[in-house]
């Protein structure tokens, strides 16, 4: 069964292939092609660990009575078994253990923020919404500190003020709605909050007994202040981008696939980042302006960096998460090309390859282990 060993080993010349080819690609299918990767070298990974510990577990005497097996032809025809499966078993209880726990913590941090949101309205709500120049003090405070020394009085002009606030946020919606027209299913909810964040929040798909969720779009007072109008609409749309390509999946798959195997983990970072650009890049052909989509992102990384909402989960696609500034500059540059380098075909044919490879070795392990158990069955001295 020296097959079975080949997608433990694949992954360590695969995955710096796959980020190589990565960088030569579009920011949606180099997504693509890095959770693919994961995903199959994780299952390879997944499947040789299973097949090595089925192996062993074959060559017990109450597992060999069960299955009607000759033991004596089995030991014979593979000595080592019970030493691999006795690496093996270890190794994929840990790895349960660790899908487990990833899974428990996603749950528990999802929950936590969806608990910390309002309730879902019927309507985007937007009044929490200052127009682009407005003094955050200005509204916060009441008269000057220099006329309450004089003792001047004034009347409350803060009903007033929100008024206005109002006002501007309702003439923005207006000729933004194009720009922030939502596909059905995905509302915003805006946080009364003066630390600067935004994110997309995964839905919950709908179970007996429990009622789905759809994704909503969480977004900050104090990050809505921090932007222009345009730039509102730019973030908005990156973040409804990753709603719509369900980009919290790529991000699950690439955290459970690092957890199956130590060389998967090189391919989280550079997978958020292309995930991040797929978004930009949509969100600067939705608002028609690269520049604006570019400062966007800028703006909204640094008002973030300083105090970001705490309820965010870490496993969720933001527009100021990744390395920003490289962001800003593939923003400021023309759209990428759909066509890699030729001198990049053969690091993408040593992909395929190695791919292929990790997918034939397995089916090959499935096959002969199946045939071991078939040749079992039938030899002389297997119970009946």
């Not at 008024?163 to 299913?185: E, F």
């Not at 696609?317 to 500034?325: E, F, I, L, S």
Request: proline share 10%; aromatic share 2%.
């Amino acid at each position: 069964m020296l097959a079975v060993w080949v997608p433990l080993l694949l992954p360590f010349l695969a995955v710096p292939l796959a980020r190589r080819l990565a960088e030569a690609l579009p920011p949606r299918a180099a997504a693509w092609l890095l959770a693919g990767t994961a995903t199959v070298l994780a299952g390879g990974t997944l499947c040789s660990l299973g097949l090595l510990a089925t192996a062993g577990l074959l060559q017990l005497p109450p597992v060999a009575a069960l299955g009607h097996l000759s033991l004596p032809w089995l030991t014979a025809a593979a000595p080592s078994a019970p030493v691999a499966a006795a690496l093996a078993g270890p190794v994929l209880a840990v790895l349960a253990a660790l899908a487990v726990r990833t899974a428990r913590r996603r749950h528990l941090e999802l929950r936590a923020a969806r608990a910390a949101l309002p309730a879902a309205p019927a309507r985007p709500v937007l009044s929490a919404l200052p127009a682009h120049g407005t003094d955050p003090a200005d509204e916060r405070t009441g008269p000057h500190p220099a006329h309450r020394a004089a003792g001047v009085q004034h009347a409350d002009t803060r009903p007033l003020r929100a008024s206005v606030r109002r006002a501007r946020a309702t003439r923005w919606l207006r000729s933004s709605l194009p720009l922030l027209r939502q596909p059905v299913g995905h509302q915003l909810a805006v946080l009364d909050d003066e630390r600067a964040d935004a994110f997309a929040l995964p839905g919950r798909l709908r179970r007996p007994g429990r009622m789905g969720e759809p994704g909503r779009i969480v977004v900050t007072s104090g990050m809505l202040r921090a932007l222009s109008g345009p730039e509102r609409a730019a973030l908005l749309a990156h973040e409804r981008a990753h709603l719509t390509g369900r980009h919290h999946v790529f991000l699950a798959l690439a955290e459970h696939a690092a957890d199956l195997h130590p060389a998967l983990r090189p391919l989280r970072a550079p997978l958020g980042y292309h995930l991040e650009r797929w978004a930009d890049e949509v969100a600067a052909a939705r608002v028609g302006d690269r520049a604006v989509t570019a400062r966007a992102v800028g703006r909204a990384a640094l008002a973030a960096s300083r105090s970001p909402w705490p309820d965010r989960p870490r496993l969720v696609a933001a527009a100021h998460a990744g390395p920003v500034p490289r962001r800003v500059a593939a923003l400021l540059q023309p759209r990428p090309s759909t066509t890699p380098a030729t001198r990049l075909r053969a690091v993408a044919l040593a992909l395929a390859a190695c791919l292929a490879l990790t997918t034939a070795a397995t089916l090959e392990a499935t096959a002969d282990l199946h045939r071991t158990v078939e040749a079992a069955q039938h030899e002389p001295g297997a119970p009946r």
